[in-house]
């Protein structure tokens, strides 16, 4: 089907509103409450001020057609009377002269005489030299005056005596003293209402600010609750609806702290089981699986000093045998040494942790040449606990880990610190531990879902009540930020420094 180009405009117009309509509400809604509320304000504002100034034009125009009209029919029954009372023609010239001056404080009229003979005498509100057309005043707008001036009106009163024609007055309405007193009157009312809707506007956003604040408050609690912090709160305002929605808020807040300390509380189990678990198997590994592979080697050997009386075919023929039982024993060995430490490092609760995690980062530059490998520890302790160092080096193994699998970086940074957070007064509130993994890699991938590995290392950091987080590092690369309370109870203390001894 063809279209005329006239069908396309319209189906092209018709497309345009719908989506001009969109975003407008898009942009409508992106505002601030208080914002809408001061806008929808002065929108109704403006448009009843318009209504009202329409109105007041209207009433303008009618008080300066009254005003004129009153104006013209004074002077126009003033010269009547006037011209009845001359008795001779002396009189009526002395009147031509005179009534200029004797009319002077009458507004709104233009009094002008043309004699018998066509000669035009001085007029009020004119000189005799400008042209007869009607003033506007230069300071009113031209659509002021349009609006608001009355109609032409022009009384023509003839001067006679003994019914011969003197001279004829005419009356002619003047109307630009009470345009320009009335436009004068609208810019005062109009300066007057621009400053008391200015005022009104800034009382209204103090005001609004003081209602909506606790909206404020409660749109950051719930960012907090978003990124997890769970023992948020907010103190309910009072006003009513507020208060009630501060008072859900609350109840939910407590309801997810209840469950994210259940969550906690089976996440710590679960992790405990893992690692009893792991702990039997890598027992198990240790206490089986090397004394058998020992009892190989040693029975391999028995039967090569048993081979080498045979002949010498049959002696080499056993000979190659042994050497193939060695071989994979010695590849069943460094299987057993890895899995061994991936189920448990052998050597946590028997140094420090700094000194744990430098040969954690030592065994990854060994298998990783071509990576540069960078440690940094400031003001650790010995030790944490068995909980908490267990924690940060399985958060540092499978940081790397990840990086290395997923990441292809060039350099591996791992940073781990002792923080002391001070309170309000200066003083120390509570100790924390900071780790952070950087690497120069391919970065996150959008969307990047959350494997094993990183629902595990969130898992652990949680149980401990840490905070973990992972970002994109600048310019290229992944970051992982976890925090973990360095608090241990005395008796953990007391035990670090009797087996650690003096190797600060």
């Given at each position: 089907?063809?279209?005329?180009?006239?069908?396309?405009?319209?189906?092209?117009?018709?497309?345009?509103?719908?989506?001009?309509?969109?975003?407008?509400?898009?942009?409508?809604?992106?505002?601030?409450?208080?914002?809408?509320?001061?806008?929808?304000?002065?929108?109704?504002?403006?448009v009843t001020s318009l209504f009202a100034?329409?109105?007041?034009?209207?009433?303008?125009?009618?008080?300066?057609?009254?005003?004129?009209?009153?104006?013209?029919?004074?002077a126009e029954s003033f010269v009547r009377?006037?011209?009845?009372?001359?008795?001779?023609?002396?009189?009526?010239?002395?009147?031509?002269?005179?009534?200029?001056?004797?009319?002077?404080?009458?507004?709104?009229?233009?009094?002008?005489?043309?004699?018998?003979?066509?000669?035009?005498?001085?007029?009020?509100?004119?000189?005799?030299?400008?042209?007869?057309?009607?003033?506007?005043?230069?300071?009113?707008?031209?659509?002021?005056?349009?609006?608001?001036?009355?109609?032409?009106?022009?009384?023509?009163?003839?001067?006679?005596?003994?019914?011969?024609?003197?001279?004829?007055?005419?009356?002619?309405?003047?109307?630009?003293?009470?345009?320009?007193?009335?436009?004068?009157?609208?810019?005062?009312?109009?300066?007057?209402?621009?400053?008391?809707?200015?005022?009104?506007?800034?009382?209204?956003?103090?005001?609004?600010?003081?209602?909506?604040?606790?909206?404020?408050?409660?749109?950051?609690?719930?960012?907090?609750?978003?990124?997890?912090?769970?023992?948020?709160?907010?103190?309910?305002?009072?006003?009513?609806?507020?208060?009630?929605?501060?008072?859900?808020?609350?109840?939910?807040?407590?309801?997810?702290?209840?469950?994210?300390?259940?969550?906690?509380?089976?996440?710590?189990?679960?992790?405990?089981?893992?690692?009893?678990?792991?702990?039997?198997?890598?027992?198990?590994?240790?206490?089986?699986?090397?004394?058998?592979?020992?009892?190989?080697?040693?029975?391999?050997?028995?039967?090569?000093?048993?081979?080498?009386?045979?002949?010498?075919?049959?002696?080499?023929?056993?000979?190659?045998?042994?050497?193939?039982?060695?071989?994979?024993?010695?590849?069943?060995?460094?299987?057993?040494?890895?899995?061994?430490?991936?189920?448990?490092?052998?050597?946590?609760?028997?140094?420090?942790?700094?000194?744990?995690?430098?040969?954690?980062?030592?065994?990854?530059?060994?298998?990783?040449?071509?990576?540069?490998?960078?440690?940094?520890?400031?003001?650790?302790?010995?030790?944490?606990?068995?909980?908490?160092?267990?924690?940060?080096?399985?958060?540092?193994?499978?940081?790397?880990?990840?990086?290395?699998?997923?990441?292809?970086?060039?350099?591996?940074?791992?940073?781990?610190?002792?923080?002391?957070?001070?309170?309000?007064?200066?003083?120390?509130?509570?100790?924390?531990?900071?780790?952070?993994?950087?690497?120069?890699?391919?970065?996150?991938?959008?969307?990047?879902?959350?494997?094993?590995?990183?629902?595990?290392?969130?898992?652990?950091?949680?149980?401990?009540?840490?905070?973990?987080?992972?970002?994109?590092?600048?310019?290229?690369?992944?970051?992982?930020?976890?925090?973990?309370?360095?608090?241990?109870?005395?008796?953990?203390?007391?035990?670090?420094?009797?087996?650690?001894?003096?190797?600060?």
């Open positions: 089907m063809i279209l005329t180009a006239s069908e396309s405009e319209s189906k092209g117009g018709a497309e345009l509103l719908p989506s001009l309509i969109k975003r407008l509400q898009n942009l409508w809604y992106r505002r601030p409450v208080r914002t809408q509320i001061l806008i929808a304000f002065l929108a109704v504002t403006v100034c329409f109105l007041k034009v209207l009433d303008a125009g009618n008080r300066t057609r009254i005003e004129m009209r009153a104006s013209m029919d004074l009377e006037t011209a009845r009372s001359l008795l001779n023609e002396t009189e009526a010239r002395n009147l031509l002269q005179t009534l200029e001056a004797q009319l002077k404080h009458l507004r709104h009229v233009r009094i002008e005489v043309v004699r018998a003979n066509g000669e035009r005498g001085p007029s009020k509100n004119r000189p005799p030299q400008e042209p007869s057309n009607e003033r506007e005043p230069a300071s009113v707008p031209r659509w002021f005056i349009e609006m608001v001036r009355p109609p032409a009106n022009r009384f023509n009163v003839p001067i006679r005596v003994e019914n011969q024609p003197i001279a004829t007055v005419l009356i002619q309405g003047e109307p630009s003293d009470e345009i320009a007193e009335v436009w004068n009157d609208y810019r005062t009312m109009l300066l007057l209402w621009i400053g008391t809707n200015l005022l009104m506007l800034s009382a209204l956003y103090v005001v609004l600010g003081r209602i909506l604040d606790p909206l404020v408050g409660l749109a950051g609690a719930m960012k907090r609750l978003e990124h997890g912090h769970s023992a948020v709160r907010v103190e309910p305002p009072k006003v009513r609806e507020l208060r009630m929605i501060a008072d859900h808020f609350n109840q939910l807040a407590a309801a997810l702290d209840a469950v994210n300390a259940e969550n906690s509380r089976l996440c710590r189990d679960l992790i405990t089981v893992q690692e009893e678990e792991r702990r039997q198997i890598a027992s198990e590994l240790h206490d089986e699986v090397g004394p058998c592979l020992f009892g190989i080697m040693v029975n391999a050997s028995s039967i090569e000093q048993y081979a080498q009386p045979l002949p010498e075919k049959i002696s080499s023929e056993i000979a190659s045998r042994i050497s193939e039982i060695r071989t994979i024993s010695d590849r069943l060995k460094s299987i057993n040494r890895r899995l061994l430490k991936k189920l448990r490092p052998i050597a946590l609760g028997r140094i420090t942790l700094k000194e744990l995690i430098t040969k954690l980062s030592t065994e990854f530059e060994l298998r990783h040449p071509n990576i540069r490998f960078s440690t940094i520890t400031n003001d650790l302790q010995l030790s944490y606990g068995e909980s908490i160092d267990l924690t940060i080096y399985r958060c540092i193994q499978e940081g790397i880990t990840n990086a290395l699998r997923h990441a292809n970086p060039k350099n591996i940074v791992v940073q781990l610190a002792h923080e002391t957070i001070t309170g309000p007064d200066g003083e120390a509130a509570y100790s924390q531990i900071s780790l952070n993994i950087r690497d120069d890699g391919e970065g996150i991938r959008d969307p990047a879902p959350n494997g094993f590995g990183l629902a595990t290392m969130r898992e652990r950091v949680r149980a401990l009540n840490g905070t973990f987080s992972l970002s994109g590092n600048w310019p290229s690369g992944t970051a992982i930020d976890i925090t973990v309370p360095a608090g241990r109870s005395t008796g953990e203390k007391r035990l670090a420094a009797e087996f650690f001894g003096n190797r600060a």
